[in-house]
């Protein structure tokens, strides 16, 4: 039980905390109380599980990838299948479980950030469900580059608001959110979409994407009768990673491996490889690894998947980074698309391009591994989102 954190305060090591606005405190605090009495309160857990199973479609299959098992020859390859989440990705988790938190405590708006639009859509979708008020804060920029989702958002009845400020992209779409929620404090509640921010965030978010784990606990089991020796997954800020290793972190046996996305090269600027690259420092809410010049100003983070295109990590992954419980490594833009297109010509199935960072990372895994080994790889979206981007990169 070592990596029970984070602390009272929310640090994970040196890592966590919460730096937010004086006037947040009491919001941090309120929400920190309402989450640690509906934890294990059986009402609170029925319920999500409930939703998880009837709306979500959990549990999501553990698929043994037999063609690309047998493309390497060396250990089985499992793919656990957050592509098959309603919204086609695992972020619905915990938008569900937020939600639920955000009506416990007499919540009646809900706000929340989105770069790519995915977060955007997964908190807009649970807003419908449950009739709740919800305002999306989304970058000029990136609201040109993801038309689509910007529709699908004002499909499910949610409000984009355009934010023209700084790179007009994910980090100040954040900043309008965080200001946002000073003003309207009382009523709001911010669904932050990945494992970021200040405590308890990180926390939860992990607890709500814990089930991705247990999941693949269970099935490996049945199939393997034992646990994994490798556990592969993508870190933008870290929610299925953290959700997904977990349940496995007691376990010494099992080795973790978490891949980032290093955009045209971890050494360029043009990279989204935060650990790789990054120094520790405090954003949105806590303190991480970032990519940050000398004086500390936040560099924009490039990859050509907009899931991983973020400057900054979750406080959980900077602690287990530094301890060495988890090796983390990064992939090009181009990796990631020849991975692409072998997972689809191999198994039928088009990943998400931010999952593709974590199937790229095979071609150097496998080979040191042996046909008695097992790797799981966590296969957190679809790639129907992507089609556009990937059309464009076939040619
Ligand atoms: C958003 C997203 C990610 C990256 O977010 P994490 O919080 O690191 O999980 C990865 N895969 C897919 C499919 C996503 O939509």
Known sequence: MKY?????????????????????????????????????????KAQFEELLRDYVGRPTKLTFANRLTDHYG??????????????????????????????????????????????????????????MDCVVYMGAEDMERQKLNV????????EVRRVESGSKTLKDATNEAIRDWVT????????????????????????????????????????????PDYLVACVGGGSNAIGFFHPFLDN???????????????????????????????????????????EGQIQLAHSISAGLDYPGIGPEHSYLFDIGRVKYYSVTDSEAMDAV???????????????????????????????????VLNLSGRGDKDMKTISENLS
Do not use: W
């Open 4 to 44: 029970k954190a984070p602390t009272k305060q929310g640090y994970f090591g040196k890592f966590g905390g919460k730096f937010v606005p004086e006037i947040l405190i009491p919001a941090i605090e309120e929400l920190e109380a309402s989450y640690l009495e509906v934890k294990d309160d059986p009402l609170f």
């Open 74 to 131: 060396k250990a089985k390859i499992y793919l656990k299948r957050e592509d098959l989440c309603h919204t086609g990705a695992h972020k619905i988790n915990n938008a569900i479980g937020q939600i639920l938190l955000a009506r416990k405590m007499g919540k009646t708006r809900i706000i929340a950030e989105t770069g790519a639009g995915q977060h955007g859509v997964a908190t807009a979708t649970a807003c419908a469900k449950f009739g």
């Open 151 to 158: 529709d699908r958002m004002r499909l499910l009845g949610t």
């Open 184 to 227: 309207n404090v009382e009523d709001t509640f911010y669904i932050i979409g990945s494992a970021i921010g200040p405590h308890p965030y990180p926390m939860m978010v992990r607890d709500f994407h814990k089930v991705i784990g247990e999941e693949t606990r269970t099935q490996l089991r049945d199939a393997e009768n034992r646990d």
């Open 252 to 294: 010494d046996n099992v080795k973790m491996i978490g891949i980032e996305a290093a955009g045209l090269g971890a050494d360029t600027d043009q990279t989204a490889a935060t650990l790789t690259k990054g120094t520790p420092g405090v954003l949105h809410g806590c303190m991480s690894y970032l990519l940050q010049s000398e």
């Open 341 to 375: 297109k072998l997972l689809a010509g191999l198994e039928g199935i088009i990943p998400a391009l931010e999952t593709a960072h974590a199937l790229a990372y095979l071609e150097t895994l496998l080979p040191l591994t042996t046909q008695d080994q097992i790797v």
